[in-house]
């Protein structure tokens, strides 16, 4: 008997999966992507991939969409924190000769960058 319940839960969480995927599919007709459905399928043809439905080529430009998005983020966040770095070497550099900047500080900033 509880080897029926298990398999109904089972079986409704699949369910509720499979209506999830459904729906966010629909969604994606609606919605136009950065990248052209036309370069999508290229690549994908490109690679041995041939799929006649648009939902799952948009889903595929959404994933690199979403890949492109997070490394152009991360590139600047890298860039920003550098600048900042530099900044505050240059600054360390250029009054170290305050008691506020010891040459401790300076060589722990000139490790990081």
Do not use: W
Not at 18 to 43: C, K, N, Q, R
Not at 83 to 98: A, D, K
Request: charged content about 20%; glycine content about 4%; some cysteine.
């Amino acid at each position: 008997m509880n080897h029926n319940n298990n398999f109904q839960q089972s079986s409704d969480g699949r369910h509720d999966d499979d209506a999830a995927l459904t729906e966010f599919l629909s969604s994606l007709m609606g919605y136009t992507p950065t990248i052209p459905d036309e370069l999508v399928e290229h690549y994908l043809a490109k690679s041995g991939f041939q799929c006649p439905d648009v939902r799952l080529i948009r889903l595929v430009a959404v994933a690199t969409q979403k890949f492109v998005a997070e490394v152009a983020t991360d590139a600047l966040q890298y860039a920003t924190n550098t600048f900042f770095l530099r900044l505050l070497l240059f600054v360390f550099t250029r009054f170290q000769g305050f008691s506020l900047f010891t040459n401790s500080s300076l060589t722990q900033y000139r490790k990081i960058i």
